[in-house]
Structures are given as structure tokens and as C-alpha cells.
T-cell receptor, first 111, second 113 residues
Framework: SQTIHQWPATLVQPVGSPLSLECTVEGTSNPNLYWYRQAAGRGLQLLFYSVGIGQISSEVPQNLSASRPQDRQFILSSKKLLLSDSGFYLC??????????FGEGSRLTVL | GDSVTQMEGPVTLSEEAFLTINCTYTATGYPSLFWYVQYPGEGLQLLLKATKADDKGSNKGFEATYRKETTSFHLEKGSVQVSDSAVYFCALSPRGGYQKVTFGTGTKLQVIP
């Protein structure tokens, strides 16, 4: 069966520090991969999606970047965090059919 | 572009009450429709889905019917439990190729004993 893992689960970082959140999918090949952000009490904002290795599309211009170095690995990064980067980050994958499978989420607090 | 509108929350119900969370959508063609649930501190889980008009998705006592004529996909449950307390998201996905899923803003449900 397919599984998705993302880490770390919780992260507290100072403003201006770098960020790396990782996500891996097991049990499937060539999935579409996504990074979403959920601000406190708000809905989901799609940040990046990827349909293949090295193929990244950005939905919202911002302080973040994403990379897909392997078929089932998706990384969210920042060189210098801002206070506004705080939130709950969710990785997800899908195949045909549109159904998304989400990871457990990573809560980032920027101080 | 595609959009999903769902009722504002929070919704507070007593245990065993009837639940309805409204969801309407705007999309070209015939999208697939979904309800996801998010329990506190967790990621989202698929609750149910429907892929064509008049389909009824159901799971864990929850139901939603794909109504093309009213572009709606309302979530219902006949008798809610405290364990149903969560945030519920309505979503749609266009057919074929890369699917950019569009989510509603979420409705928080609190069930009190």
C-alpha cells in the first residue's frame, strides 16, 4: 500500500534562518506531488506542484522554493524565513482521478 | 477559474443531531467532487467522493450527492458523534492529466455531548 511521510513534524525557527521540509512517498511510481500551506484558522493554499522529477510549478510567488530530486521525494525550502512563513505545511500526492493523499503535516513557527 | 464555496463555520451541534454542511462549486466540464476531513493537528483525509452527476459518496455515516443541476455537493450525517469534531473541506478536481484540486475554505464542526 501507498504511504506518505513528511518531516519534521514541528519546527521552530528564527527569522532569517533556512528551512528544509521533506516528504517521501512509498508504494507508487510517478505520482503528482504537492505542497500546501494552511495558515491558522484558514483554508489550504497550494504552493507548489510537480508532475515529475525536476518539474516544479509555483502557484504563488513567495519566499519559498521546492525541488524534486527523486521520483518520490519532494522538498520545500527557504534560504531566509519570514514571520509570515509560519503555518502548517502539508505534502500530498495523487495519481489519476484527482484524489489527494496527505502527509501528517509540519507545523512551522517563525519567531 | 474553478471555485468552491462552503458554509462558514464554526458549526456547533449536540451529539446525535443532524448535520448538513453546504458546498457549491463553479467549474468547467464535469469535475470530480470530494469531501476531506482534518482532525486537530493532523493532515487531511479523504472522507468521500463522487465522480459524476447523481453519484452519492458515502463513508462513516456521511453522505453527499453530486448535483449537477444545482452545482452542489452538500455533506450530511444523520446523527453526529463527538468524534466527528473536525474541519471539513469540500474540493473539486477537473478530469484528466494533472489535476489541480480546488478546496473550499473549510468548515469547523464541534459536537458537544
Amino acid at each position: 500500500s501507498q504511504t506518505i511521510h513528511q518531516w519534521p513534524a514541528t519546527l521552530v525557527q528564527p527569522v532569517g534562518s533556512p528551512l528544509s521540509l521533506e516528504c517521501t512517498v512509498e508504494g507508487t511510481s510517478n505520482p503528482n506531488l504537492y505542497w500546501y500551506r494552511q495558515a491558522a484558522g484558514r483554508g489550504l493554499q497550494l504552493l507548489f506542484y510537480s508532475v515529475g522529477i525536476g518539474q516544479i510549478s509555483s502557484e504563488v510567488p513567495q519566499n519559498l522554493s521546492a525541488s524534486r530530486p527523486q521520483d518520490r521525494q519532494f522538498i520545500l525550502s527557504s534560504k531566509k524565513l519570514l514571520l509570515s512563513d509560519s503555518g502548517f505545511y502539508l505534502c500530498a500526492w495523487s495519481l489519476e482521478g484527482g484524489e489527494l493523499f496527505f502527509g501528517e503535516g509540519s507545523r512551522l513557527t517563525v519567531l | 477559474g474553478d471555485s468552491v464555496t462552503q458554509m462558514e463555520g464554526p458549526v456547533t451541534l449536540s451529539e446525535e443531531a443532524f448535520l448538513t454542511i453546504n458546498c457549491t462549486y463553479t467549474a468547467t466540464g464535469y469535475p470530480s467532487l470530494f469531501w476531506y476531513v482534518q482532525y486537530p493537528g493532523e493532515g487531511l483525509q479523504l472522507l468521500l467522493k463522487a465522480t459524476k452527476a447523481d453519484d452519492k459518496g458515502s463513508n462513516k455515516g456521511f453522505e453527499a450527492t453530486y448535483r449537477k443541476e444545482t452545482t452542489s455537493f452538500h455533506l450530511e450525517k444523520g446523527s453526529v458523534q463527538v468524534s466527528d469534531s473536525a474541519v471539513y473541506f469540500c474540493a473539486l478536481s477537473p478530469r484528466g492529466g494533472y489535476q489541480k484540486v480546488t478546496f473550499g475554505t473549510g468548515t469547523k464542526l464541534q459536537v458537544i455531548p
